[in-house]
């Protein structure tokens, strides 16, 4: 039995697989699911470009004759910083958390949402150490067997730490598509 279960989801489809495996898990019991998404902390974004000027503009000098030439334009200004741009990112990543929690929540789960920036395997591995999970579940994108696929991945990366068990999700791949998921246990 599963007291806390860390759910790493990337915001892909296939990443959603693993949730309805994770609701099975959780049925009839107390335990605590955290869905948890990493991204690479956005950088600061500049305001919309103008145009610039590409027909020679008369410019007046004090004596009043006619010169040519181009203004140049000022650099674009910022429309938001990178602070501003991390905390726009985390909130419509909790949002999307949110959104996906939703099935879990009203089967009954106590659901809790984390957002963290930097490097995938170290901050899923960290907070699953930080938090004391019993199980950090989650899907691999490989399309070609499980040990081709995780080798080198987030997921293989997840497994080899050892922080605590680790459920993977594999879609199926080729002509029958995503629809089913097949699962496989790694320690």
Do not use: W
Request: hydrophobic share 40%.
């Amino acid at each position: 039995m599963f007291n806390k279960i860390l759910v790493a989801l990337d915001g892909s489809k296939p990443s959603l697989k693993v949730l309805p495996v994770v609701q099975q898990l959780v049925e009839g019991s107390r335990a605590e699911v955290t869905l948890f998404t990493v991204e690479h902390a956005p950088k600061a974004t500049m305001a919309g470009r103008r145009r610039t000027l590409r027909q020679p503009v008369p410019l007046s000098s004090m004596a009043g004759s006619v010169m040519r030439g181009v203004i140049s334009p000022e650099p674009p200004p910022y429309a938001e910083s990178r602070d501003q741009a991390v905390e726009r990112r985390e909130h419509e990543l909790l949002e999307y958390l949110a959104d996906v929690a939703r099935p879990l929540a009203e089967a009954g789960g106590r659901v809790q949402l984390a957002v963290h920036f930097g490097e995938p395997v170290k901050e899923i591995t960290a907070f699953a150490k930080r938090g004391g999970f019993d199980l950090i579940a989650m899907t691999t994108h490989g399309r070609s067997g499980l040990g081709k696929a995780l080798h080198g991945s987030v997921a293989s990366g997840v497994i080899r730490s050892g922080v605590c068990p680790v459920l993977i999700v594999r879609p199926k791949s080729g002509r029958q598509g995503t629809k089913d998921a097949g699962t496989e246990k790694a320690r």
